[in-house]
């Protein structure tokens, strides 16, 4: 058995009008599924006065700490001194790992964003920014995905196409959902515990684009259809949730007070739906559901 965690900044649930909420306008026959059979509607305000935001709420989703609430507000874009620190000690990823889960960050970094990171800890400065699921990472001392993983078909580019790397002159394939699907599978069979960010999401949200929403939300769609479909759902388990609401609402540049969807799909689903209120639940949800792994026989988890 393992977990695969789709992790999608910024997706609300907004209301059903069609002129704000591009969800409504948009061919989602997989979400809309998934609404109705595999949805848990999660907090994401966390007992905090004011909008959600990134740094807080994923550090929140990605430890199962309150992170809004030991700052005393919400933090947005990447986490501060004391946030990072929280993550390093007390990382999903972390605590996985030490338990003798196999984990992976299946993101694709570009190298020049590595070869910084890896400069910056030899110097012991703090230059570049990093997000939460990148200190994550680096907590768990799981190695950062490179354009080497990604053309070896070992790793998926943030916005599953590739689109955004040939802008920027990368020589890589186009992608599509297809792929990105066949590299999760082929992942998942080397790993216990597997994520994938996605953020477009946000920043489609923040530009209140329609037809810009729209497409991101359908290629999402396809994407989650590919991989329910091709992913052994009576071995294994795949969760989909968000840090805060954005994108729902195209009428507003900030964040919302929206709940966020949370979707469980596949193996031990029914006995974690009612351990979910809010995003300080998906972590410890996280390792329940991979708790039968460890109770295999040894043999069986290599």
Do not use: W
């Amino acid at each position: 058995m393992g977990l695969f965690l789709l992790f999608i900044d910024g997706m609300g649930l907004g209301d059903e009008d069609a002129g704000i909420n591009p969800f409504v306008r948009a061919f989602i026959p997989n979400f809309k599924a998934l609404m109705r059979d595999n949805m848990v509607p999660t907090d994401a305000t966390l007992g905090v006065e004011g909008l959600p935001q990134s740094a807080t709420g994923q550090t929140t989703l990605f430890t199962g700490i309150n992170a809004s609430q030991l700052l005393g507000r919400h933090l947005h874009g990447f986490p501060n001194k004391e946030l990072r620190h929280l993550i390093m000690e007390h990382s999903l990823l972390k605590r996985l790992k030490d338990k003798g889960y196999r984990v992976a960050n299946c993101n694709a970094y570009r190298d020049e964003y590595v070869s910084q990171i890896l400069k910056e800890d030899t110097l012991g400065k703090r230059k570049v920014l990093k997000s939460v699921t990148t200190v994550a990472t680096l907590a768990a001392g799981i190695r950062l995905r490179t354009m080497e993983h990604l053309l070896e078909g070992r790793a998926i580019y943030h916005d599953i196409t590739n689109e955004i790397l040939l802008k920027k002159g990368y020589k890589v394939p186009l992608s599509d959902e297809n792929r990105a699907v066949h590299t999760i599978i082929s992942l998942m069979k080397d790993h216990d515990f597997l994520f994938f960010e996605y953020f477009l999401t946000d920043i489609a949200g923040h530009g209140q684009q329609m037809d810009v929403s729209v497409d991101i939300i359908q290629l999402l769609d396809r994407f989650i259809g590919k991989l329910i479909k091709n992913v052994d759902l009576k071995k294994n388990l795949i969760i989909i949730t968000s840090d805060h609401g954005n994108i729902e609402d195209i009428t507003t540049k900030t964040h919302t007070l929206n709940k966020v969807p949370t979707f469980l799909i596949g193996s031990g689903q029914d006995k974690l739906k009612g351990d979910i209120k809010s995003l300080t639940d998906i972590s410890p949800a996280i390792e329940k559901g991979l708790t039968p792994l460890l109770e295999m026989p040894k043999a069986l988890n290599v």
